[in-house]
């Protein structure tokens, strides 16, 4: 673990107040060269996974030390990228099969009680972040054909998300289960960042960005994300955050690339960036 304290979170892009300092702390895992956080609890445990081995090793972080996460599952592809309050978890396992076929299915994981997630007529399904509630947020299709839709269920009650691009991707959902972000994909290949607030959709787009992800949002309605600069043939990543019509960029000093993604009640996001050494894990506290 190292920290280093930053002198200003980044920029506004549209000013109303001086910013305030920042604190970052990076983290590696023993035995990765490339990993990255994809949620964070209120407590500061970030939920996260490596980058470039397979089978993806997932861990939790917290206070300086790593604990391996393993799903029971015999193979495939598996990603914990979910966690809440009470240090319940959600990912997803895909397994490639013959003639390109691929079964996608999440899963909520606490202790070592381990329960599929099910919508009904899915046939592809993703779970993607839990709230402190225990809504848990996703996307699924019912055709491998066919549209990706988005959802939120809450115990037995289910919320389908359609923005109409037929690639809808939710990735973080708030306290109150009333508030999601993520981001789609239309069939033109652009990416769409977006708030979803009582049935309607809000573009979320960091201006002078070729592509905006939106991946969290806390109880304050604070969403963090990344967005890219230059062309998504070549791309730079750099961390935001977006509330009430302004947008703070943030950058690791010295880094090649920044990537935020889940936040917490505190306003503590967790990420990864990427400099000469490799990919690593950060917290940043603004």
Request: aromatic share 10%; glycine share 14%; with cysteine.
């Amino acid at each position: 673990m190292f920290r280093i304290a930053t002198a200003a979170c980044g920029a506004w892009l549209i000013l109303a107040h001086p910013v305030t300092a920042g604190t970052l702390v990076g983290f590696d895992m023993p035995g990765q060269t490339a990993i990255c956080g994809a949620a964070i609890a209120d407590d500061g445990t970030v939920v996260g996974n490596s980058l470039n081995t397979n089978p993806v090793a997932n861990f939790l972080y917290q206070n300086g030390s790593f604990t391996t996460v393993s799903p029971n599952f015999a193979r495939g592809f598996t990603a914990v990228t979910g966690i809440n309050r009470s240090h319940a978890l959600v990912g997803t396992n895909e397994i490639f099969g013959r003639n390109f076929t691929v079964t996608i299915s999440g899963f909520t994981l606490r202790d070592e009680d381990q329960h599929s997630v099910h919508v009904p007529g899915a046939v592809t399904l993703s779970a993607v972040n839990i709230n402190n509630d225990g809504a848990i947020v996703g996307a699924y299709q019912t055709d491998v054909n066919g549209p990706t839709l988005g959802y939120i269920k809450h115990g037995a009650s289910i919320t389908i998300l359609n923005d109409g691009s037929g690639n809808v991707g939710p990735a973080g959902i708030d306290p109150t289960g009333t508030r999601v972000v993520g981001t789609s994909i239309a069939q033109s290949g652009a990416f769409s960042a977006w708030l979803w607030e009582a049935g309607h959709f809000m573009p979320i787009s960091v201006p002078g960005a070729v592509a905006t992800f939106a991946s969290g949002i806390n109880r304050a309605g604070t969403i963090s994300g990344t967005y890219l600069t230059g062309s998504l043939a070549a791309p730079v990543s750099h961390g935001y955050f977006y509330k009430g019509g302004r947008y703070v960029t943030y950058d690791v000093p010295g880094a090649a690339g920044t990537q935020l993604s889940g936040i917490n009640a505190h306003g503590a996001v967790t990420g990864c960036y990427t400099d000469n050494a490799g990919t690593h894990g950060l917290i940043y506290t603004p």
